[in-house]
C-alpha cells in the first residue's frame, strides 16, 4: 500500500508560483511513475505532468514552458514547480503514483491541494 500526501496548494495572483509537493510513503517497490492531475469544477480530471524513475518527463501541452516535475527518488517526493500561473490553472491537483508490472497497472492518488489563481 502507498501512501501520498500533497502540499504546497494555496492563493496565488496571476503571474504568480507555487510549488506542490507530494510525500509518498509505504511499499514504493514497483512504483515507476509519479505525476500530477488536475481536476477544475466541471471538468474531467487531467493530467499535468508525470516523471518516471529513470527521469523521463512528459506535460500537458497547455503548462510547458511554464511548469517543472522533479521527483527525488531517495526522499520518496514528487514536486511540481508552477511559474506564470493563469486563472486557468485554477483547480485540485492530485498526486499521482502508478505501480506498474507487465499486464497490470495500479494508481495510487493523493487527498489533493487545492491551487486558485485569482487577482
Known amino acids: 500500500q502507498v501512501q501520498l500526501v500533497e502540499s504546497g496548494g494555496g492563493l496565488v495572483q496571476p503571474g504568480g508560483s507555487l510549488r506542490l509537493s507530494c510525500a509518498a510513503s509505504g511499499n514504493m517497490i514497483s512504483i515507476y511513475t509519479m505525476g500530477w492531475y488536475r481536476q477544475a469544477p466541471g471538468k474531467q480530471r487531467e493530467l499535468v505532468a508525470t516523471?518516471?524513475?529513470?527521469?523521463?518527463?512528459d506535460y500537458t501541452d497547455s503548462v510547458k514552458g511554464r511548469f517543472t516535475i522533479s521527483r527525488d527518488n531517495a526522499k520518496n517526493t514528487v514536486y511540481l514547480q508552477m511559474n506564470s500561473l493563469k486563472p486557468e490553472d485554477t483547480a485540485v491537483y492530485y498526486c499521482n503514483a502508478a505501480y506498474i508490472v507487465p499486464g497490470y497497472r495500479r494508481d495510487y492518488w493523493g487527498q489533493g491541494t487545492q491551487v486558485t489563481v485569482s487577482s
Open positions: 516523471a518516471t524513475s529513470g527521469g523521463s518527463t
